[in-house]
């Protein structure tokens, strides 16, 4: 796993010891979310840890922590309600905003988590945006997790139920604090932007939780399908479209940042965590990373993979100003690249004869109605781009060190 955030606690609503995680960007902050796992889950569940990764990657820090009694944090499950999980969340949210230094714009919250957010949301002052992620509509809607129990626990005032395939501990007090919530008018007044997700085949929180949201909130308010996703969003492709989308659609309540504009013609590399660096020129923006296999979080392409894509983007322009200059029908090109070190005796055009040499292996798809003489030039000039003369010639690091 890669090392994109460290460890924190803070103090819980009942005074126990609760373990966190805090992710922060490698370039400048946009905003922060604090996210709230979804029932008898904790912090690491899937979702909630790629959520957070792809997160950091476009700017926003994030903090996940376990709820009282669960995961790494102190406390018993059995002695909490839906109300003192609230508390963590504010507990959670004054922390970022007192020692983290960076209060939570975004609130999200996955399944009972998301219900937790919409009844801490009035309480976060700094709070412009709710998102729920297959949540229900009313918090009392996880009672079908033990529905065969309950009228044990109404009787005998607890009983033991079987969750996800662990024993849990689950008192009247739970239900009766479930009773006071799920009230419409709430979530009418949220006084917040709200991004609602949901799944339509989701079989544990099922889609009409989220038509009764989005019916009992104001504007302004989205919608979005996650087709084909599971509950737990457990392909790591949906946690990441996840991420970006609220990315996106958050960004017009992000706080505006001042930071000077890199100049063009420069390329600045902030890595302060782990492998995953934020690169920016001028106005634009990339993050790099390396794969889950070498330690990294895999929120973007490689160093080799961007250098690379310089050699297939340069390649592409050039082909299409050489084409449009001499009129001729070039549609589109297709440039596929590898990047490879293989060993110097193996290859037959090259200088040196010993150790390994990097090579580049290319393939280009014209498309269009090109004759033979055509095709044959544009692959003659396809060796003269920049960055294809960049790579053979001789090249020189200069490196200092700034005081």
Not at 202 to 230: Q, T, W
Not at 286 to 303: I, Q
């Amino acid at each position: 796993m890669p090392v994109n955030y460290r460890p924190v606690t803070f103090p819980g609503a009942q005074g126990h010891e609760l373990a966190a995680r805090y992710h922060e960007p490698a370039g400048p902050l946009r905003g922060a979310a604090l996210f709230a796992h979804c029932f008898t889950c904790s912090k690491d569940v899937k979702a909630a840890r790629n959520i957070a990764e792809a997160l950091a990657a476009h700017g926003i820090a994030t903090l996940r922590f376990d709820f009282t009694g669960l995961g790494e944090s102190e406390g018993d499950f059995a002695d909490t309600t839906f109300s003192s999980n609230t508390g963590d969340l504010l507990a959670a949210a004054a922390f970022m905003r007192d020692e983290l230094g960076t209060p939570p714009t975004l609130l999200i919250g996955h399944s009972l988590g998301g219900a937790a957010v919409l009844a801490a949301a009035d309480r976060i002052p700094d709070a412009k945006v709710v998102v729920t992620i297959g949540a229900p509509a009313d918090p009392a809607h996880v009672q079908h997790n033990f529905a065969e129990a309950t009228d044990e626990i109404t009787a005998r005032g607890e009983a033991v139920v079987q969750l996800a395939g662990r024993p849990f501990r689950i008192k009247k007090d739970f239900l009766d604090d479930l009773a006071q919530h799920g009230n419409p008018e709430k979530i009418r007044s949220l006084g917040r932007a709200l991004l609602i997700f949901h799944a339509p085949t989701d079989d544990v929180v099922g889609i009409d939780n989220a038509r009764l949201l989005y019916e009992a909130a104001r504007h302004p308010k989205s919608f979005v399908s996650l087709d084909g996703a599971d509950h737990l969003l457990s392909r790591d492709s949906d946690a990441a479209y996840v991420a970006s989308v609220i990315a996106a659609w958050g960004e017009r309540y992000l706080p505006t940042q001042d930071a000077p504009e890199v100049p063009r013609g420069t390329v600045v590399a902030n890595g302060s965590r782990g492998f995953q660096t934020h690169l920016s020129t001028g106005p634009h923006e990339v993050v790099a990373d390396e794969p889950r296999s070498y330690g990294g979080g895999d929120t973007g392409m490689t160093p080799y993979d961007l250098l690379s894509s310089s050699l297939g983007a340069c390649t592409a322009m050039t082909l299409r100003m050489y084409a449009d200059r001499k009129k001729w029908p070039l549609e589109n090109v297709n440039v596929s690249l590898q990047h490879a070190r293989v060993h110097a005796k193996d290859c037959h055009d090259c200088d040196k004869t010993d150790g390994h040499v990097d090579q580049f292996s290319m393939t280009l798809e014209l498309e269009g109605d090109l004759d033979a003489e055509q095709r044959a030039r544009l692959l003659e000039i396809s060796h003269r781009c920049p960055v294809h003369r960049t790579l053979t010639n001789e090249i020189k690091v200069r490196t200092e060190l700034v005081p």
